[in-house]
């Protein structure tokens, strides 16, 4: 708990389910998907980019969901036994020296003019360079990174016991390109972050932009008017994708390019899904795991597929399917997990006058309406009034909508972990196992 207290509580997905108003999430997507669509191009994605398969998540109310529940309930108390003994690893100690170099890179990166020919010049544009390093500055960016390094340790283990061929990467050469994977991993989510901070902020009749969590809009905000700064931060974003699309090029991989250019169409896709969120036909908790599977969950595992296919496996080996299920089921108990979170604190333990429901309906409010259909029209028109809150929260506590998506987080952890077990036992295992723990809490 005082790991987790100090490392991870600070990378959830800032700023995920926040936002006011379809048609302001709406536009905002529409200004960064032209470029988003033309890194795709560029890159080649086919039309059957890389993505999980509907079932690679639990459905709610299903067998399926029950069985995994209960295996949740089996699976988490390892972990914890085993953290209490202090035989699980810090995860963030591991790699932490490895995360240094990768944040100092990201700001050369950042600084850099792109291309083939770097020529070393400071970028031509210092305000996205400026705006870009704010992002990278703030704290909690590193979870996805950390995954992707610990996966790589555990896959080159698992490579070097199975005898893979010789002619795949060891060493020094395996671990830049694992670094160089985590970069552009931390890149694209980054890019996403910011392209998110303009559909979130809120802008006041008067005064400077402020965000749903009530801290000023970004650096950019602050320096110009918030539409100019909306405007500059949509820049910086496809700024950095540009960054990310050049070091997934140098990782010179073609299956690896594809992976992650399919996972940059995941979150475009999911970004659409959230301003769809709440259409009639969106508003249940299978749309609600579909829209966060694109948007967080599908980085993260083509991430750890890429992981396992540098250290010398195959696209479609057991242990590349590992990886990316563990990416995949892990990714959705940190992101379920933190909308829980954030519900708990801005609904359920909010005082009356200053509770209020914001953005994406939340997996809470979706189990308690799909159980209580007389609350449907308080979550489709995501209502601040204190009566439309007060019959919310009486729904969440009378259907136990609260524990259901609990059970849904701890499903999903508990197939994280199960996902490891082709995977070789080291010290990175243990951490990516006590991981799956630590993402509930």
């Known amino acids: ?81 085993a953290a209490a003994t202090g035989a699980v690893p810090d995860p963030y100690e591991l790699v932490a020296d490895d995360i240094a170099q990768m944040k100092q890179s990201l700001r050369e990166v950042a600084k850099l003019n792109a291309g083939s020919n770097p020529t070393g010049v400071a970028a031509s544009q210092p305000v996205l360079t400026m705006a870009v390093q704010e992002f990278l500055k703030r704290p909690g960016k590193s979870f996805r990174p950390m995954i992707v390094l610990l996966l790589g340790r555990v896959a080159e283990t698992t490579a070097v016991r199975a005898k893979l061929p010789t002619t795949r990467l060891t060493g020094d050469a395996l671990k830049a390109k694992h670094m160089r994977l985590a970069e552009l991993t931390e890149m694209m989510n980054v890019a996403s ?11 006041p009749d008067a005064g400077a932009a402020v965000s749903v969590s009530g801290v000023g809009g970004n650096i950019v905000h602050k320096m110009y008017s918030p539409n100019v700064g909306n405007k500059v931060s949509i820049l910086a974003g496809d700024f950095l994708l ?6 997934l090029a140098q990782l010179e991989d073609p299956a690896v390019v594809e992976i992650m250019a399919g996972a940059l169409e995941s979150i475009v896709r999911g970004g659409v899904l959230r301003a769809e969120s709440l259409n009639d036909d969106m508003l249940n908790v299978d749309a609600y795991c579909a829209r966060t599977k694109a948007r967080s969950a ?45 519900f708990n604190a801005s609904v359920l333990n909010a005082e009356p006058a200053s509770a209020q429901l914001i953005g994406a309906p939340s997996a809470v409010s979706l189990f308690a309406a799909e159980r209580r259909p007389s609350v449907l ?65």
């Open 1 to 81: 708990r005082m790991f987790f207290d100090a490392k991870l509580m600070g990378y959830s997905d800032l700023g995920r389910a926040r936002g006011r108003g379809a048609r302001r999430r709406g536009l905002a997507i529409a200004g960064a998907l032209p470029a988003l669509a033309a890194l795709a191009a560029a890159l080649a994605v086919p039309a059957s980019a890389m993505a999980l398969a509907p079932s690679a998540y639990v459905q709610p109310g299903s067998e399926g969901s029950r069985l995994a529940a209960s295996s949740a309930r089996r699976t988490r108390a390892a972990p914890r036994a």
């Open 193 to 203: 972050i910011i392209h998110d901070d303009v559909m979130d902020d809120v802008v």
């Open 242 to 247: 540009a960054r990310a699309a050049v070091e």
């Open 298 to 342: 599908q980085l993260l595992a083509n991430a750890c597929r890429c992981a396992a296919l540098l250290a010398g496996f195959d696209f479609d080996s057991a242990e590349a399917n590992a990886a990316e299920a563990y990416g995949c089921h892990l990714g959705m108990a940190h992101a379920i997990a933190a909308d829980l979170r954030d």
């Open 377 to 441: 029209d308080v979550v489709k028109r995501q209502s601040s009034s204190p009566a439309d809150i007060a019959r919310l929260v009486a729904a969440v506590r009378e259907t136990s909508a609260e524990q259901a998506t609990q059970e849904l987080a701890h499903s999903h952890a508990a197939r994280a972990v199960e996902a490891l077990d082709l995977l070789a036992d080291c010290e990175a295992h243990k951490a990516l196992i006590a991981l799956c723990d630590y993402v509930l809490v």
